[in-house]
Nanobody, 128 residues
């Protein structure tokens, strides 16, 4: 199994930046595509960003494209989500997740159903 622990959330003003971290342990980390998802009160969990097994391919949801950057550091077994120009609409609990599927070297999924391991979440609140 894989254990994932998110950190780095907080309360910030609109326009500020935060960097979320997701520390992975329990099994081979480098073979997994990783994703970030978020869930606001009363809403379904939605895709934010994903990265393939070696970090060479990334994808983003349209609302965060150009503002958020996903990256991974294999030496630290950690995935990051750099969030810039934060908006009140970004307020949510942010979750990292691991996808055990392999469909090619550039593979990642934007669907929550593809991810089998999830962290506990970290709260991000952006005030206007």
């Amino acid at each position: 199994q894989v254990q994932l622990v998110e950190s780095g959330g907080g309360l910030v003003q609109a326009g500020a930046s935060l960097r979320l971290s997701c520390a992975a342990s329990g099994r081979t980390f480098s073979s997994h595509a990783m994703g970030w998802f978020r869930q606001a009160p009363g809403k379904e969990r939605e895709f934010v960003a994903a990265i393939n097994w070696n970090g060479g391919s990334t994808g983003y949801a349209e609302p965060v494209k150009g503002r958020f950057t996903i990256s991974r550091d294999h030496a630290k077994n950690t995935v990051y989500l750099q969030m810039d120009s934060l908006k009140p609409e970004d307020t949510a609990v942010y979750y990292c997740a691991a996808d055990l599927t392999y469909s090619g070297p550039n593979y990642y999924s934007t669907s929550a159903e593809s991810y089998v391991y999830w962290g506990q979440g970290t709260q991000v609140t952006v005030s206007s």
